[in-house]
T-cell receptor
Framework: KAGVTQTPRYLIKTRGQQVTLSCSPISGHRSVSWYQQTPGQGLQFLFEYFSETQRNKGNFPGRFSGRQFSNSRSEMNVSTLELGDSALYLC??????????????FGPGTRLTVL | QKEVEQNSGPLSVPEGAIASLNCTYSDRGSQSFFWYRQYSGKSPELIMFIYSNGDKEDGRFTAQLNKASQYVSLLIRDSQPSDSATYLCAVNLDTGRRALTFGSGTRLQVQP
């Protein structure tokens, strides 16, 4: 089974621009979560999508948004980029179902650098 | 108080020894617990998960959970240099939702 894929792998943007990152989950997985990883703050939860609906949201400003498509692929968007948005953005895929299907599997990440 | 706490390390052990990694969490309602391994420059890789009190073994890895003490640990037996990485403890309050809270990670160094 193919793993989680994320594109692009690297991005360089300047302050004020916006960016869209893409994630394709493991086949059959319907839950996609996004995380931000920085040296200072570690790994932090951004949001989760399930069946095209945002099911949970972390403590990030409204500049961070996302969506999920009917094929479970997900995108996240960051508008008006700030220097502090430089980070590794990770997508995690999880099967749907009951509590025993709670495990999340991470993609390789997108390294975003804001200049 | 951080929600999930780990000793940042580095934890240094000789090859073949048992490495013991510890994690405490603050929310008593936490339902599920995960250990991820992250090599430098790579994304986290799930190595163990545990939902019930007690021990869970998978190969050289054993996860231990004590909900009364709000404590979860990971033991790595017969440690190898390839085990050198950062180990992240993650906790999920609600199994119906996929919002993991991570510790800052413990860096493990296995000396050949």
């Amino acid at each position: 089974k193919a793993g989680v894929t994320q594109t692009p792998r690297y991005l360089i943007k300047t302050r004020g621009q916006q960016v869209t990152l893409s994630c394709s989950p493991i086949s059959g997985h319907r839950s996609v979560s996004w995380y931000q990883q920085t040296p200072g703050q570690g790994l932090q939860f951004l949001f989760e999508y399930f069946s095209e609906t945002q099911r949970n949201k972390g403590n990030f400003p409204g500049r961070f948004s996302g969506r999920q498509f009917s094929n479970s692929r997900s995108e996240m968007n960051v508008s008006t980029l700030e220097l502090g948005d430089s980070a590794l953005y990770l997508c995690a895929s999880s099967p749907s179902g009951g509590s025993q299907y709670n495990e999340q599997f991470f993609g390789p990440g997108t390294r975003l650098t804001v200049l | 108080q951080k929600e999930v706490e780990q000793n940042s390390g580095p934890l240094s052990v000789p090859e073949g020894a048992i490495a013991s990694l510890n994690c405490t969490y603050s929310d008593r309602g936490s339902q599920s617990f995960f250990w991820y391994r992250q090599y430098s420059g790579k994304s986290p890789e799930l190595i163990m998960f545990i939902y019930s009190n007690g021990d869970k073994e998978d190969g050289r890895f054993t996860a231990q959970l004590n909900k009364a003490s709000q404590y979860v640990s990971l033991l790595i037996r017969d440690s190898q240099p390839s085990d050198s990485a950062t180990y992240l403890c993650a906790v999920n309050l609600d199994t119906g939702r996929r919002a993991l809270t991570f510790g800052s990670g413990t860096r493990l160094q296995v000396q050949p």
